[in-house]
């Protein structure tokens, strides 16, 4: 137990150290970031009063700026240069039905299952179970579509759901470790199912929710800390953008790393450095 939790730490200094090399030449993805933001707010008061039309729609424009997102942090992590502005504009496209086909394949049962669970008792209970299991099995979802040669949906699902069930110690930890603020808080099992369940369902493909993680992540800690409420606005606000970036580009980089070797593979070359 003591020669893996070594070589894991091994393993996110290296994936940290990729990171911060990856963030300095990307901050124009930071500013994206806060751009397409702005576009999805403007999209969703456009389109809100448009019912199905207009979910369809703002379904478009999401799939449009989360595909654009993945192409930066592709970008970012294997760029021997700078990001510039005409990345930003070329980035649009890119894995726009990567994304598209992930949703329509999740949206049928989706529906079922929320048409299910309404007259059941204990459909809540059901759904953020269900939730749940999605974001566990489809969280490397993000980074299958861009790291991986896949030709279908189901190719995105599969190979997401490998690598959790061999990878899932090392992968999960990062996020347990900054989610424990709101794991302990008085509410924390509601919030951490709360922010299971917008992932899940989307299977990490939500650009809503790529901000919304980060921004709650960023609160509770703020909130353990004993920040005042009105400060926590201001730093929420400046720091979404950039965490959000860093913990994307940290997820790429610890995703190449743990497919290019096996725990026991990592254990093995820990203990070799270790001996010379």
């Not at 995105?156 to 470790?177: C, D, G, Q, R, T």
């Not at 993680?213 to 009105?230: A, E, K, N, Q, R």
């Not at 400046?238 to 580009?249: D, F, Q, R, S, Y």
Request: charged residues 10%; neutral net charge; aromatic residues 12%.
């Amino acid at each position: 137990m003591v020669e893996l939790l070594s070589a894991t730490l091994h393993l996110y200094r290296q994936a940290l150290q990729a990171t911060w090399r990856s963030l300095m030449r990307s901050w124009v993805t930071v500013a994206a970031l806060i751009g397409f933001a702005l576009l999805f707010v403007g999209a969703a008061r456009i389109v809100g009063s448009l019912g199905m039309i207009g979910g369809v729609l703002l379904g478009l424009v999401n799939a449009l700026l989360v595909g654009a997102t993945l192409r930066l942090i592709e970008q970012s992590l294997s760029a021997v240069r700078t990001i510039q502005l005409t990345d930003v504009t070329e980035s649009f496209g890119h894995y726009f039905w990567d994304v598209i086909g992930v949703g329509f394949v999740l949206w049928l049962p989706m529906m079922a299952l929320d048409m299910g669970t309404q007259a059941n008792p204990y459909g809540g209970f059901l759904s953020s179970a269900v939730m749940l299991l999605l974001f566990i099995l489809l969280n490397a979802a993000p980074e299958v579509i861009y790291q991986i040669r896949h030709d279908s949906p189901l190719d995105v699902f599969k190979a997401s759901y490998e690598f959790v069930l061999e990878h899932w110690i090392e992968w999960f930890l990062p996020f347990a470790l900054l989610a424990l603020p709101i794991v302990v808080s008085p509410s924390g099992i509601q919030e951490f199912f709360n922010l299971s369940t917008g992932i899940g369902r989307g299977a990490g493909l939500n650009f809503f929710q790529l901000l919304l993680l980060p921004f709650t992540l960023i609160g509770g800690w703020m909130s353990y800390v004993g920040l005042d409420p009105d400060a926590q606005w201001v730093f929420l606000l400046l720091l979404t953008p950039l965490v959000a970036t860093t913990a994307l580009l940290f997820r790429g980089h610890l995703f190449a790393l743990l497919r290019s070797s096996t725990r026991r593979q990592r254990m093995f070359a820990h203990r070799i450095e270790d001996n010379r």
